[in-house]
């Protein structure tokens, strides 16, 4: 019967410990702005990406793409508004492709 008392020795002890000294709407405030930081598990915790200038003007470029040049197909963009969420990375060839699969130099001056 006592198994599942809430009440057992060192009672107090174990209550200041669990006890928090905000209140529960400052707790909810504090987890959604700690939820916020990233995407989620689902996106593997992609931080949200501080947007600097040169960020900024690199993705207002890559929505403006269909008007650089308008022969080209893309696809329409999801989005109106810039991304919160985002990382830029450089593709880096394998050695292993050294003659297969490289790109010429024009292709990779292009590409950078």
Request: some cysteine; proline content about 4%.
């Amino acid at each position: 019967l006592l198994d599942k008392a809430v009440c057992g020795p060192a009672f107090e002890k174990n209550y200041a410990e669990t006890a928090s000294l905000i209140g529960r709407r400052a707790a909810k405030r504090l987890r959604k702005i700690e939820r916020e930081k990233t995407k989620g598990r689902n996106w593997f915790d992609l931080p949200a990406t501080e947007l600097t200038e040169e960020a900024k003007a690199d993705l207002e470029l890559l929505q403006m793409r269909s008007a650089i040049d308008p022969l080209a197909f893309y696809r329409r963009a999801d989005r109106e508004v810039l991304p919160k969420y985002f990382q830029i990375g450089h593709v880096v060839d394998a050695p292993e492709d050294y003659y297969s699969s490289r790109l010429t130099k024009k292709e990779g001056k292009r590409r950078c």
